[in-house]
């Protein structure tokens, strides 16, 4: 394996294993703010590592523009997702579970 | 077991729990959330299975307008499903467990998965692809027709199949039919001399021309859908735009209080304000690309309306419907919405008054016939795009109007 | 018969067709039905599209470099379907937004949105429109009878 393709390797396998963890703290979380800052962060992390482990294995310099420009679109808009959603919980009064709140929400 | 099947048999399951868990879920929200999934995954089963354009819709249909239109609707009626006593409904079950055994049955006449000896490629398909497409050479631009064409016998052909092989599973006439050594996709057919050319010189008959298509259009789904089938989509444009006729019928109220309503909940909140501000000029861009590019690549005018639609939605969530109002006032949308169709039918009338026939782009430049099909595919692409991007605004209007009490 | 390792994927899609149906036929919620309205018509797509794929092909897009050889070796999967679910994609969303727009009516005129309750609500008006004319035929009828 030649070294660019050893650093998408372990881009893209860096990127999964970041999703797959968030993905299990979207279960194991017990309320809504902790699920989405889990959920929020290793989304917008790991879909710009898999775009930037893909920019090394694209054969032409225009692919690799266009992959550039999408995962810097994702850095601004994935984030500003998870603010929207954030924000619209907070301004519903939404309470942050505390320590001694029973369980917290399925 | 090929790896297309393999990933495609993974998605499958995803999308089959995901559609269970979309009629099973009692919350109406929470369904029209997975009913995006769904379609965002239905969007990978696509792309998996090597159709980019029907993926590219799915993805900014499926996954953008109708989660758009359900929590619109959403918004009016109810939040939740009342609850029942029986959970499963025994009987629905057994007539679909029926149906459903009996369509299994029938798929076990169903070539493999695949099969490229399949009856759908044989025959129409590569006379059409010649017709429509022209010739796929190995050199980019356009080329001229290669040694040994008779021009006279690819004028005069009428669709008709002239030799048909003995076998109809030889994937050998298939192949040099389709993509043949050289690069040409000429089929062995219309070498037949048979069909004189006199057949179709009459006056107004426009001779289709041996041109190579190639250098303007490669996308040939792109190229069949304005071309080979200009009147289906020419429809089409129709049907979505009766929608949207039919959203303002269904829909739109006399209003008591004014015009304008209770104006932007979401322009005080600065992080969505000002990305919002730096997003919409590169959507509405984008949106443009893609259906200018649909030609090139994946794309057309369906998905690249619908993208503009969802900047002129997006501008309307966060500054308010009167701020859209002011940029895009209602009767512009309607007449936009006119204007898209009478673009493509006056591509067509245009073609016809020209001396061709109805929606033979062909006509557009006569002395380069190939530069006037793609000329007439752009034409009507940008026709279905303002389209369908004004009736899907017109339908996020309609359904995000405050209820009048 | 073709064996069931190349067939099995279209029962999946058959499947996917059933649970869209069964959510037509049994659910009364009216948004859930045009939901699953929504996954039939995918199903049948899938159904279309997995026709088109040919072994070792690609996306249809004529691919060509400056010189030389062509750029894919193989065979281009067929395109015609792919431009069939096109349309009917987009179809599909327009009669969804116009259902929508019916169930919005629906909801202003009846007050709910569950199928049951709309038949029950309009059997009640039909029975009493009966009663109703019931009540006036009496009515004619005993007239008669006095002027008689």
């Known amino acids: 394996m030649q070294a660019h393709e050893i650093v998408t390797t372990v881009l893209l396998a860096l990127g999964c294993v970041i999703s797959l963890t968030g993905s299990y703290g979207l279960l194991r979380m017990p309320d809504f703010y902790t699920r989405l800052h889990t959920a929020g962060k290793t989304d917008s992390l790991a879909q710009v590592m898999i775009f930037v482990g893909l920019v090394f294995v694209t054969p032409d310099l225009l692919t690799q523009l266009k992959l550039v420009m999408v995962a810097m679109i994702l850095m601004i808009a994935a984030p500003t997702a998870t603010h929207a959603i954030t924000k619209a919980a907070h301004l519903h009064h939404l309470r942050p579970w505390t320590k001694g709140d029973p369980g917290g929400e399925p | 077991m090929t790896a297309i099947v393999l990933i495609d048999t993974l998605l499958l399951l995803l999308v089959t729990v995901t559609a269970v868990a979309i009629i099973e879920v009692r919350n109406l929200y929470a369904s029209a959330m997975l009913t995006s999934v769904y379609s965002l995954l239905m969007a990978l089963v696509w792309v998996n299975m090597h159709s980019m354009d029907v993926a590219f819709t799915e993805a900014a249909v499926g996954g953008g307008i109708s989660t758009i239109l359900l929590i619109g609707t959403l918004v009016h009626t109810a939040r939740e499903e009342k609850p029942r006593k029986r959970r499963l409904d025994w009987k629905a079950l057994l007539l679909t467990g029926l149906c459903g055994g009996a369509l299994i049955y029938g798929t076990f006449d169903m070539p493999r998965f695949g099969d490229p000896k399949a009856p759908i490629h044989h025959f129409r398909v590569p006379e059409m692809m010649a017709q429509t497409v022209g010739f796929v050479t190995s050199r980019a631009g356009k080329q001229a027709p290669p040694e040994g064409f008779d021009p006279s016998a690819y004028r005069s052909f009428n669709g008709a199949v002239a030799s048909v092989p003995a076998d109809p599973t030889d994937t050998a006439w298939r192949e040099t039919s389709i993509l043949a050594q050289h690069g040409i996709m000429l089929p062995k057919v219309l070498g037949h001399a048979s069909h004189p050319a006199a057949e179709h010189t009459e006056a107004g008959h426009h001779q289709h021309p041996p041109d190579d298509f190639n250098g303007h259009v490669p996308n040939s789904v792109t190229s069949l859908l304005a071309a080979y089938r200009g009147y289906d989509t020419m429809f089409e444009t129709t049907v979505i735009f009766t929608a949207g006729v039919s959203l303002i019928l269904l829909l739109r109220r006399p209003r008591r209080e004014g015009y304008l309503q209770r104006s932007a909940p979401l322009a005080d909140q600065a992080v969505l304000r000002v990305v919002t501000k730096m997003a919409i000029p590169f959507i509405l861009l984008f949106g443009l690309y893609v259906i200018t590019h649909g030609e090139l690549g994946p794309g057309g005018g369906f998905q690249g309306g619908v993208v503009v639609a969802c900047a002129f939605i997006l501008f309307a969530l966060i500054f308010g419907r009167p701020a859209l109002y002011r940029v895009l006032p209602p009767p512009v949308c309607d007449l936009l919405t006119g204007l898209g169709v009478l673009m493509y039918s006056g591509t067509g009338a245009a073609c016809l008054l020209l001396g061709g026939q109805f929606l033979d782009y062909s006509m557009l430049n006569t002395l380069s016939p190939g530069d006037g099909e793609a000329l007439g595919m752009t034409l009507v692409e940008y026709g279905v795009g303002i389209t369908v991007s004004m009736v899907m605004l017109t339908i996020f209007n309609q359904l995000a109007e405050e209820q009048s009490k | ?148």
Do not use: C
């Open chain 3, 1 to 148: 018969m073709t064996d069931v390792l190349g067939i099995y994927n279209y029962w999946i899609y058959v499947v996917l067709m059933m649970i869209g149906l069964y959510g037509v036929i049994a659910k009364p919620n009216l948004i859930k039905q045009a939901i699953a309205l929504g996954l039939f018509q995918t199903g049948i797509f899938l159904y279309y599209i997995s026709m088109a794929v040919i072994d070792g092909g690609t996306a249809p897009i004529w691919t060509t470099i400056e010189d030389g050889a062509q750029k894919f070796q193989g065979p281009y999967d067929n395109p015609l379907p792919h431009v069939l679910i096109l349309t009917a994609i987009v179809v599909s969303v327009s009669v969804l937004a116009v259902a929508l727009a019916l169930i919005i009516n629906i909801k202003r005129s009846y007050g709910t949105i569950e199928a049951d309750e709309i038949e029950r609500m309009d059997h009640e008006d039909r029975l009493s429109e009966f009663r109703a004319g019931q009540a006036l035929d009496a009515a004619d009828d005993a007239e008669a009878h006095h002027h008689a």
